[in-house]
């Protein structure tokens, strides 16, 4: 099954897709939260929900006309991965991690599709990286096994972790660099886990900049898997409902390139993942 959030004026809303239809969860079966955060903390069961408003005769809309919204529009938490594929951390000069390399992002950062990224007033450097999202369906208890981990995950998306990559390396941290205003594209679909392999693996996952193939791997490529990932994090911190998982970027980035490849206003960037969908986001400037 799959969902999207769309914008009812300026109200995000979480919709149940039906082919090139949408309809709003909440209008068509009263009770379950308008928020996807929300409903998923309340426990309710979205892939029955969302079945019963398909089967119901609510009211549809055509989702190519609908403004998106960042699928998760506030998680409590965006935690994200650095370096999980090899290819990635060779081309920057690093071995492979033992441990995951995890940096936060913030909702001020989010983006739906095809709204455009915004290169800064302060740097031209901005870099686009192709990632699979993870989404959490329930709270995760805390030193919860691998084996039982995925129980967890309520469906992947699509993320653009597009970097201001001078700012990235100002500091030993990576914050600050990740967190520019109008640069995490997140979208345009989330897919239930039941309908993709455990853990999202095996997807080709691409990168295409005004159409040319920029990155291009599998996400059985990934150093850590999901089901680790999740295991090492609850470790540490509660996951709850509505926390997102970004799952790191392959080699082809625009820095590692020679010469290196800076997004620029007029441009389209693209990311791709297998059976999920494509993620489109034009750049432009930053108003003066």
């Not at 959030?5 to 009770?31: E, F, K, M, N």
């Not at 967190?179 to 095996?202: C, I, K, M, R, Y």
């Not at 691409?206 to 920029?214: A, F, K």
């Amino acid at each position: 099954m799959r969902f999207v959030t769309y914008l009812r004026g300026a109200q995000p809303r979480l919709a149940v897709v039906d082919a090139a239809s949408i309809i709003d969860l909440a209008d068509a079966r009263p009770g379950v939260a308008a928020d996807l955060r929300a409903a998923l903390s309340a426990g309710a069961d979205l892939r029955l929900e969302g079945a019963a408003a398909i089967a119901s005769g609510a009211a549809r809309l055509e989702l190519a006309e609908q403004r998106l919204a960042p699928l998760v529009p506030e998680p409590g938490k965006i935690i994200c991965l650095g370096l999980n594929y090899f290819d990635h951390a060779k081309e920057g000069g690093r071995d492979k991690p033992d441990y995951p390399w995890f940096f936060y992002r913030g909702k001020s950062s989010l983006l739906p599709h095809g709204e455009p990224a915004l290169v800064p007033k302060v740097s031209d450097k901005l870099d686009y990286e192709a990632e699979l999202a993870v989404v959490i369906g329930a709270r995760v208890p805390r030193h919860v096994e691998r084996s039982r981990a995925l129980e967890f995950v309520f469906g992947y998306s699509c993320f653009n972790d597009i970097s201001v990559r001078d700012y990235q390396k100002r500091t030993g941290q990576w914050t600050i660099g990740k967190n520019f205003d109008a640069t995490g594209p997140f979208g345009p679909v989330l897919v239930t886990a039941d309908e993709l392999p455990p853990g999202a693996s095996g997807l080709h996952i691409e990168s295409r900049l005004n159409g040319r193939v920029m990155q291009s791997a599998n996400t059985s490529d990934m150093i850590f898997a999901v089901d680790e990932t999740i295991h090492l994090l609850a470790q540490c911190m509660t996951l709850d409902p509505g926390d997102v998982i970004v799952m790191g970027t392959p080699g082809g980035v625009g820095q590692s390139r020679t010469p290196p490849v800076w997004m620029k206003p007029g441009d389209t960037i693209e990311i791709e993942v297998e059976r999920i969908g494509v993620l489109r986001t034009p750049i432009e400037a930053e108003a003066a």
